[in-house]
């Protein structure tokens, strides 16, 4: 594939000089709509041979366009607060925000390459690498991303005579490094596991470009042309038509039996038997917080639930047994308007724990398929890939070595009733009901729906969710503090 | 002053009983006041001898109240990305939003104290550090922030007992750690010098509380009742008054003469002298920020000026002759709501360049006392203050290492309104004229007014402002460009 790339593509100067100014004008008009309009972000990767002009590719971008909303990142080697975090965390807080471009150097292609071509890992690696990356893109651009991936190609005699050129002149001899005298090494293994990638990873939302790059006038060109195209075509495009997807009432089970319904909500606890129970739970928790592997694992868990169903009260058990300097509990209302600009997970990315910490998420990620499927906040699309996207984000955490739980705190109509007039009764600011409430309480056969559909989809082995029968509260507690201490005593 | 606090405090058991449960109703009422309306941030500080119960303070605080708009952070080792930049950064980055409640566990105060202890440092410079400390409190203090700092203390009698007491029982061996029974050596050393520093830092608006903590009971409900009637009093506050601020009037000067007066605007450089001069600046700059020695410095530059003054295209030069992948341009517009809820300088602490970084920021920091004091956005005594507060942003980071630049371009009255008419005959939307820039245009005197006023306070020996002729976009350009170099020559 790299054949088109050795032609000796080149631009003579007079073109480029009558070209570039027609160019520039219109990426600054085309700039200026995408950061006006903020209709979707911009991800530039930029890869290639080393030597081959990367850096000035895109200082020539940086010059030619407005450099305000341009951001470029090399991402090299990990801070130690991304080492304790999953190894995607470094590319989402660098996420471009929508009406604005984001440039990668060193990308989530990087790490699976070198490690392939070092020879550390094996064949099958990679490919499972690149599927992860198949489904992070593909996340992006159903989000709205526009994806371009450049490679700049060099032939092995091109990159001699550029390096060689460029030593032989006082006024550019630093550019060229140690590393691309070995980048020129390595070359002939670079090429069969770069066509390999390329080809497995060029999709229609998220394509390669190879751009031939023995010409720096021909390299620019190209790579401006083909950023103005894509970003000019884009703009143009009215709303998307959502992709097909099954009609939701399908899934519907037909003889009426839901995981829901087969919970047994009439176990309880009375209060001495909960004072025991709370302080050995309690006990065992704090005890396994402070285990030595704890050093190197983290712990993330999400509490859902019905309105009322004692979601605060249960989590406060939780942390009654932890290190305040621990643990953060994240409350889940309306995204804030940095987060608005960004894919729906990247609030949830932002907050995930170092090592040695928990974050515990009241309400979660999980609202993409319960009250914005059900209030209709998003696409049926939209909530439907997000089962899968969900599977993936939890699945990263727990490559990472963090432990994820996940609770659905149960209880019945009536029980929620008795909870809210008791609300109403108290007079407690604090306790207040909404309209929002009432109004949920009227979808609870439709929650009930999405809720086991969100059990069904996304329960697995590495992040399981544990339904808890909450009409009675002690119960709920217990159970909650139980299932996690069984779990941690496994894992740690 | 710790004599109060080693009187053998103590609460029976009956009373906290009776007395917890109130206090806890009351808590969660001002907290639920506080998160819906979001008046002011609170800032707990809870430090004190080793061993003296400040995790358990704050966790049975987290388990009274409602833990989710709290934060507790144990600042302690600093991160890379941390260590990278001015030291108070790491303390700016987990300031608590308006609305919640955030604990310093490590606080600003910890470093200097154990400076001093470990003699590695002597009381001047201890002294030097709580000028610091002070300012920083004020200014969080003006920012509306409510600031308590609670001292735990314990006799070495009392903390001897406590230990002694702690480790004879299985259940809670575990609490008293190596650190402790060191504290407890150091004790002596420690009194004296926390004595002083509460004495010097004990203020109106951030006082220090000390808590005898031998009783567990009595500790817990003295932290707590404290907190709560700071809170409710602070609630019940009415807008607060502004303190007495000199008439801005008689700032003015009286024979009319004034810096911006004195540039000679008639500067100019024809385009084939540009040419070469932009060339030799940019090849110096591009050498200077090869520097082996930037990779332990970084760069902070300001963009200020008249509207159309010219300053991204000066920009676009400064950065043309830097890699891109090392420089970040923050183009400041109107606050994000997460940005609206902390103090004003925090978007700026936010984007701080890692070292061997650049962060440009086009407007910046001085909009507090530009826009914000012409157009009435912040009241006088704000804009006032602010000149000490800039200065002292800015001495951190010098001291930090980063250097720091600072231009306002300025053009005539005449000069602009050409620059806005050819705005308006190109037609490009890009250069559309808003309707705020006219505005801005009719306030022309008030605005000179103020940027006299800001370089008169902010041009500091460590952060100078230049001041560019910008009639002349070339002249302005280079002028720029070779204040960057003659200084970065100088300092690396």
Known sequence: MFEVAELGHSIDKATYKKEVPKLREALLDAQFELAEKKPFPVILIVSGVNGAGKGETVNTLNFWMDPRSIHAHAVGEQTDEEADRPSMWKFWRRLPPRGTIGIFFGSWYSFPIRQHIEGKKDQDYLDAHLDDILRFERMLAEEGALILKFWLHLSKDALTDRLTTLESSKETKWKVTKDDWKGLE??????????????????????????????E?????????????????????????????????????????????????????????YKKKLAKQQGRLSKLMRSPKFKKRSIVMVFEGNDAAGKGGAIRRVTGAMDSRTYDIIPIAAPTDEEKVQPYLWRFWRKLPRVAHTTIFDRSWYGRVLVERVEGFCAQADWLRAYNEINDFEEEMTRHGSIVFKFWLSISAEEQLERFNAREA???????????????????????????????????????????????????????????????????
Chains 1, 2 share one sequence.
Request: proline fraction near 4%; include cysteine; charged fraction near 30%.
């Open 186 to 215: 390595k070359l002939d293994q670079l090429v069969p596991v770069a066509e390999h990638v390329l080809r497995r990873t060029s999709t229609a939302h998220a394509p390669w470009i190879v751009v031939e790059a023995s010409d």
């Open 426 to 492: 108290t007079g407690y600011k604090r306790f207040k009901l909404t309209e929002e409430d009432w109004r949920n309480r009227d979808k609870w056969d439709e929650y009930a729906h999405a809720v086991c559909d969100m059990v069904e989809r996304t329960s697995t082995e590495i992040a399981p969710w544990t339904l808890v029968e909450a009409n009675s509260k002690y119960f709920a507690r217990i159970k909650v503090l139980k299932t996690i201490c069984d779990r941690l005593e496994k894992e740690l």
């Open 217 to 273: 006038k021909y390299r620019n060109l190209t790579v401006g042309k083909t950023l103005l195209k894509a970003i000019q075509g884009r703009l143009k495009e009215t709303a998307k038509t959502p992709p097909l997807a099954v009609p939701v009432d399908s899934l519907e089970s037909i003889d009426g039996k839901n995981i829901l319904g087969s919970l047994d909500l009439t176990q309880a606890l009375d209060k001495s038997d």
